[in-house]
């Protein structure tokens, strides 16, 4: 009999054991379609909300750059658009590169770079922007901002997001306030920068 009950509760330790191993599995199946569905999501508020944050500053662009209390040489074109996959794009010149990351708080987006850019392969850089003012804008532009490239570029994204901004100030943006320099300005032109 103590046999027949040693038994009885190994076989019980054994199947409670086994229930508990198994309990809050998912099919494989069904976990890949979660993970698949829940990338798709992702990927969709991830895009809507980049582009959404930089609301204010949409757009096609005038860039030009400030010394000395004077802001010229606004021939840069510069766009912060969506491409026709869904992100964010800054275009300035000849670049054209993906925004990853805003913060609206602190007004500022990283961009990285193409594998193939001669200059900074796949690196990462921060740029800082002040709000949109109907006051000061050169050439009868009808709004205008002050933007500012945080440099060097960054070898990974979690050190252009924690880039020490303590030395960067737009109080006199025409002047000073941007690495030593002072900052870049862009000129509203349009609403709809390209029909892509």
Do not use: H
């Amino acid at each position: 009999m103590k046999t027949t009950i040693q038994l009885t509760i190994a076989i019980l330790a054994i199947s409670f054991s086994t229930a508990c191993a198994d309990s809050g599995k998912v099919d494989e199946s069904a976990a890949n379609t979660n993970l698949f569905t829940g990338l798709l999501v992702g990927q969709q508020q991830g895009k809507s909300s980049v582009m959404d944050s930089l609301a204010e500053i949409r757009g096609y662009w005038k860039g030009g750059f400030c010394s000395g209390g004077n802001c010229t040489s606004f021939t840069s074109n510069v766009s912060i658009v969506q491409d026709p996959s869904g992100f964010g794009i800054w275009a300035s010149g000849n670049s054209y590169l993906r925004i990853i990351a805003v913060d609206t708080v602190n007004r500022t987006f990283i961009y990285q770079y193409l594998p193939s850019d001669a200059w900074s392969p796949s690196k990462y850089t921060k740029v800082i922007w002040t709000a949109p003012t109907t006051v000061g804008c050169e050439n009868s532009a009808n709004k205008c901002f002050y933007y500012c490239t945080v440099f060097p570029n960054f070898a990974t994204l979690a050190e252009a997001e924690n880039a020490n901004l303590s030395t960067y100030s737009s109080a006199d943006p025409t002047r000073t306030g941007c690495g030593g320099f002072g900052w870049s300005k862009a000129l509203f032109v349009s609403s709809n920068p390209t029909s892509w």
